[in-house]
């Protein structure tokens, strides 16, 4: 089984996620996003930890991270990346682990690996 996943470097705070479409400056390209939209009456600790997300998310260049699209500064803080439309990679687990051999869990176990060797070696400036 050949899914297409990218793991999130995240920790979990009270958001609602969107779906949209960004057009990129100056392209005529119209791109799927995802949008996290942090709740009315969040606490400013989980603003920070929004703001913290955007800042990693933009720093780690990795084939199996997500880079950050925008931030937008509003009343109700957004973080907007691209969206992957199989969804989460913890999502899908949970709903089909019965389904889901020792060898695409491996294969995947690698790859989170990976992705947290470089977090771990690269920091964020």
């Not at 990129?24 to 913290?52: F, Q, T, W, Y």
């Amino acid at each position: 089984m050949n899914l297409s996943f990218c793991v999130i470097l995240v920790t979990y705070y009270v958001c609602m996620p969107l779906q949209g479409v960004w057009v990129p400056p100056n392209e005529n390209v119209k791109l799927p996003v995802a949008i996290k939209v942090l709740n009315e009456g969040s606490s400013e600790s989980e603003s920070k930890e929004l703001l913290d997300e955007a800042r990693i998310m933009a720093s780690v260049i990795h084939p199996y991270c997500l880079r950050v699209v925008a931030v937008c500064m509003t009343a109700r803080l957004m973080l907007i990346v691209p969206l992957m439309p199989l969804g989460a990679l913890l999502d899908y687990v949970r709903k089909n682990r019965a389904n889901i051999g020792s060898k695409t869990m491996l294969n995947w176990a690698t790859q989170i690996a990976r992705v947290s060797t470089c977090a771990f070696l690269c920091p964020v400036l």
